[in-house]
């Protein structure tokens, strides 16, 4: 899919598929060099903040990465306004701990 072909949404929904299929290099590749990669959540978890450029989005994969482990990933609503988010669940185990929040 090309980036100046596509929708705001389309290139979303394919970012996600990417990410699911394990494909890093090419869901980097259909994100803006400016990309802000927001988590929300407690700031006490390393993984909550905002990631800048593709090197923050790097940074945030690596913290997962080495802290967790996910069992599933799903993507279920994609909202398009403004800005393209996107809401799903998510289930997957932090320090061997069973974790079961919304995205």
């Known amino acids: 899919m090309s980036k100046e072909k596509a929708t705001a ?3 979303v929904k394919d970012v996600y598929r990417r990410f699911a299929e394990g494909d890093i290099k090419g869901f980097l590749a259909l994100c803006s060099d400016d990309i802000e990669w ?3 959540g407690p700031a006490t978890l390393e993984k ?7 090197k923050g989005v790097q940074d945030f994969l690596s913290i ?3 802290s967790w482990e ?3 990933f799903t ?5 398009a306004s403004e800005q393209t988010n996107s809401r799903g669940t998510w289930r997957g185990n ?3 701990q069973k974790i079961e929040p919304q995205i």
């Open 70 to 72: 996910f069992s599933t």
């Open 94 to 96: 932090r320090n061997r």
């Open 64 to 66: 997962l990465g080495n």
């Open 48 to 54: 909550c903040q905002a990631f800048k450029g593709h």
């Open 9 to 11: 949404l389309e290139i």
């Open 75 to 79: 993507p279920q609503q994609f909202i």
């Open 38 to 40: 927001v988590v929300n």
